[in-house]
């Protein structure tokens, strides 16, 4: 599991204008894509946002507590980053290509066959027993057994 830094900036407050976005919620978002995208460049990944409590003076004595939202930003540290080098396609074990050899022999079928195939075979090695026969027994349709009581 790799492991991360964080940066954390104060959310916009207000929005930013720009030509062709009219209305406080457009602006505002605007604001935000901004806040996001000079992050991105820098190689900072958006995280998630939060909103934290603040104690701040109020006067000579007093203190309040206002809410801030923050933007939290993630990155892998970048002597980390260096140090593990990205694996392209020619790069493979050999177990992959000789994994891959194997498959080459099935037919090929989208994720979601696999997943209802696969499904299916559970459910069918899972199905409960009723009295003796399983539903995919040829003679699930007979009569159930009757009981009788001794007299």
């Known amino acids: 599991m790799p492991s991360y830094e964080y940066k954390v900036v104060p959310a916009p407050r ?3 204008r720009a030509k062709g976005i009219r209305g406080a919620d ?5 604001a935000l894509q901004d806040a996001m995208n000079t992050q991105a460049a820098e190689g ?3 995280f998630r946002t939060d909103t934290l409590p603040c104690d701040e003076r109020q006067g000579l004595t ?3 507590t206002t809410f801030q939202n923050m933007l939290v930003f993630r990155r892998i540290p970048p002597e980390k980053a260096r140090a593990t080098p990205p694996t392209t396609l ?3 074990s050999a177990d ?6 194997d498959k080459a022999d099935k037919p090929s079928q989208s994720p979601a066959e696999m997943s209802f195939e696969g499904a299916a075979s559970r459910m069918r090695s899972e199905t ?5 026969v399983t539903k995919n027994d040829p003679g699930h349709d007979a009569p159930p057994p009757t009981h009788t ?3």
């Open 14 to 16: 207000k929005g930013l």
């Open 26 to 30: 457009n602006k505002f978002a605007n």
């Open 44 to 46: 900072w990944e958006y």
């Open 62 to 64: 007093g203190r309040s």
């Open 90 to 92: 020619n790069a493979r």
């Open 96 to 101: 992959e290509q000789s994994d891959k050899s």
């Open 128 to 132: 409960p027993t009723l009295g003796g």
């Open 149 to 151: 009581t001794p007299e």
